[in-house]
């Protein structure tokens, strides 16, 4: 059974930097493309970051590109999502997701079966 557990959110301020990770402890998703998610309150669910299965492809939000950085390891199962010069504006709850096995790297939602539960990422002005 799939469960993936995101750690690393927390309160930083404006220009400050947060190191999400993804890992999951029941089964290894080296061949799935992970991808990250936000979503703030009173907003939609919105694409951050995705890398496709191979590490060949990463693909980026036009919002969070050229800040955030999405990286995986999968000797050790866990993605991360470095996130650079954050703004109050990135301000949300943070999902890690995985899409199918051998599957293509999607800004859909729809696209990734497995979700973790979520982090708070807060950027105070």
């Known amino acids: 059974q799939v469960q993936l557990v995101e750690s690393g959110g927390g309160l930083v301020q404006a220009g400050g930097s947060l190191r999400l990770s993804c890992t999951d402890s029941?089964?290894?998703?080296?061949?799935?493309?992970m991808a990250w998610f936000r979503q703030a309150p009173g907003k939609e669910r919105e694409f951050v970051a995705g890398?496709?299965?191979?590490?060949?492809?990463?693909y980026y939000s036009g919002s969070v590109k050229g800040r955030f950085s999405i990286s995986r390891d999968n000797a050790k199962n866990t993605v991360h999502l470095q996130m650079n010069s954050l703004k109050p504006e990135d301000t949300a709850v943070y999902y890690c997701v995985a899409g199918s096995s051998y599957g293509r790297l999607e800004d859909r939602a729809s696209a990734y079966s497995y979700w973790g539960q979520g982090t708070q990422v807060t950027v105070s002005s």
């Open positions: 029941g089964r290894t998703f080296s061949r799935n493309p």
């Open positions: 890398i496709s299965w191979s590490e060949m492809s990463t």
